[in-house]
């Protein structure tokens, strides 16, 4: 009677662990066109899950680059809540998608996603979320950050971060190029007092000079082992930055002092992050940086045809850049900055194009390592503003919220979560 005893309790047990085996699940969150109801609040839901130390499995090139997540009755009504797609796998369903990504025959991958990284805004502290896209994308998807700029740089804080992004600063301390149209500006005016005053509480006599020391301290934390993205203006500015490092190239209505004489020759293209070969703009008038920027080569681009396309890579073999190009479509919008792209054959040959128009010969998005750390530069302001002007009103992402241009920002905010994978090529 005994062991009959034993061998029912047995079977009991056994039946009920099989029984919770099967039911066991696991949430999907698709990134496909068709399964997502708001990609961009989807990130936001993947770093939230982060945030409470559980790993997460970004499946590479699977319906657009899907997530899968431990399931919980809190991550269910967080989706809710957020209006973010979500499916129910059984752990036999998960297994079996994780089968078919492994297999040599399909260009996929799943890649795990460790810790919620610890994330930096560079911008002057007055301005407001929607004066760029990265913090408008972060607000919206609900993806935390802090704000800091010239004092925290120098102070050698970046450390505390993960992951930086570079506002649209002029790293060049000639004010944005802004001085031929809005030098009367109240705005221009008030903006240029407030960087000389700091400057000068830094201890520097020119903004310049302020300018190219926080460039250098971000240098030193990517190839510390920082990720660093920057969109519009801070892309060649900050390189052309560097190439100047020891030449005055500021006109004097900019630092009050005349620029080198042949500064161009003087310029080290060995320091710089992505750029080479490229040309200064001299004119102060000219509202450009340097040749590496193609908004004025590109006036035979019409809006309606302006569209840019990502770059296909091995999941499997190269991981990296197949994070950074997710996305549920491979032709996305273009759009106008400062700097709205770059011209190709100045981008260095070590750097990668995720992102090219190919037809006018411009590199739209690059990536690259520097040192231990990596580097990404987005062309343009605004994905959903095509022509963004100073003073124009903020973009509602509510409007835009499976917007593929956004995307590709985010991509770069959970890099840092899965980096400790390197790449193979």
Known sequence: MLLRARAKNFTIIFLFLFLFKASASVILIPMDAEGQENHLKAYGITYWVLTKQ????????????????????????????????????????????LDEISSPSQNQDAVILEKAPKIAVYSPKGNQPWDDAVTMVLTYAEIPYVT????EVLDNKLVLYDWLHLHHEDFTGQYGKFYSAYRA????????????????????????????AVALNIRNYVIGGGFMFAMCSAT?????????????????????????????GKLDYSKTFAFTNFILERNPLRY????????????NVPKESDYFSLMEFSAKWDPVPTMLTQNHTTLVK????QTTSFTRNEVKPTVMVLGENKINGEARYIHGIKGKGFFTFYGGHDPEDYQHRVGDPKTELELH????GYRLILNNVLFPAARKKKQKT
């Open 54 to 97: 559980q790993k997460v499995q970004w499946l590479l090139n699977y319906r657009g680059g899907s997530f899968l997540l431990p399931d919980g009755e809190s991550i269910r009504k967080e989706c809710q809540i957020r209006g973010v797609s979500f499916e129910i796998l059984s752990d036999g369903q998960a297994e079996s998608i």
């Open 148 to 151: 800091i700029y010239d004092e």
């Open 185 to 212: 500006a109240p705005w221009y005016i008030e903006s240029k007092a407030q960087a000389e005053n700091l400057a000068q509480k830094l201890g520097f006599s020119k903004v310049s000079e302020e300018k190219r």
């Open 236 to 264: 060649d500015s900050f390189d052309i930055a560097l190439a100047a490092e020891n030449v005055d190239i500021c006109e004097p209505m900019f630092d009050g002092d005349p620029s080198d004489a042949n500064y161009q």
């Open 288 to 299: 450009e940086f340097s040749s590496i920027d193609m908004t004025n080569k590109r006036r």
């Open 334 to 337: 273009g759009f106008m900055g």
């Open 401 to 404: 919220p499976n917007s593929p």
